[in-house]
């Protein structure tokens, strides 16, 4: 079985792409979004840590995977395939102190949110079915909103100079700076830096930049960019450099990428 990846940007208010993956060997890094990630793995099952707590996601289970935290992704068992569909939904869909709730439950069971979320990505890719899309998402909205309850004031770890150190790091995904530069504008020595960053998020500064210009060229890519201009906006040094990184992330290069960003819009 060949690793097959189709992408695509639906004109549906709040979601920012839907992804339909097959893999059998790739693993995906520490990595963070600053969107909420809906995955739902509709073949084999899927091991991943969040935030250093490993948990593992197989059919019929939601994983909600929020904004700015880290984590991976890998077949349970090595060489075994799995299949997923994923949507990736404004950082606002869900209001702040669901972070911390879905760090801590991920997995939302039962055939409700699965089939609410399926049914997402059916009308998601049918032209016409926008405003289905969207009360789905809406729908989706409500569903986990219900599921944490009383959970979502749980608060995820953080401190004041990580904060710092992200909102600069954020600012400048498309220029190149050092960790020397960024503690003279903070005021703290480049290791305290890593360590505090490390510390609250869970991943270091440079792989936490790898995964955030990343993640910006794919947008670039399905909004109509080239590898070489998406390269370049993302903060890339060149074209290639994107592609070393974008295969580690998500497994296939961007022209492949792009290839079935095609085929995905045309589904």
Avoid: C
């Avoid at 739902?40 to 197989?58: C, I, K, N, W």
């Amino acid at each position: 079985m060949n690793d097959v990846v189709r992408a695509w940007r639906p004109a549906v208010p709040g979601v920012h792409e839907a992804l339909h993956a097959t893999f059998r060997d790739h693993a995906y890094p520490a990595h963070t979004h600053d969107a909420w990630t809906v995955l739902l793995v509709e073949r084999g099952a899927v091991r991943y840590d969040l935030e250093r707590s490993a948990h593992v996601t197989s059919p019929e289970v939601l994983t909600l995977l929020p904004p700015g935290v880290a984590h991976d992704g890998r077949s349970v068992e090595p060489g075994r395939p799995y299949r997923k569909r994923v949507l990736y939904l404004d950082a606002a869909w869900l209001p702040a102190a669901a972070v911390g709730a879905a760090v801590h439950r991920p997995s939302i069971e039962g055939a409700d949110a699965a089939a609410i979320a399926r049914a997402v990505h059916a009308a998601s890719s049918i032209p016409g079915e926008e405003l289905l899309a969207e009360s789905g998402v809406l729908a989706l909205r409500e569903h986990i909103s219900r599921f944490f309850g009383d959970g979502s004031s749980v608060t995820v770890r953080d401190d004041p100079l990580a904060r710092r150190l992200r909102s600069l790091l954020d600012e400048r995904l498309d220029a190149s700076f050092t960790l020397r530069e960024a503690g003279a504008l903070l005021g703290a020595h480049p290791s305290h830096l890593v360590r505090s960053f490390s510390r609250a998020y869970g991943i270091a500064p440079h792989r936490y930049v790898t995964g955030r210009r990343v993640d910006l060229a794919r947008r670039l890519l399905l909004a109509g960019a080239t590898p070489a201009a998406a390269a370049a906006q993302a903060g890339f040094h060149d074209q290639a450099h994107l592609g070393r990184h974008f295969r580690r992330v998500l497994g296939v290069t961007p022209s492949t990428f792009t290839r079935h960003r095609a085929a995905g819009e045309a589904a």
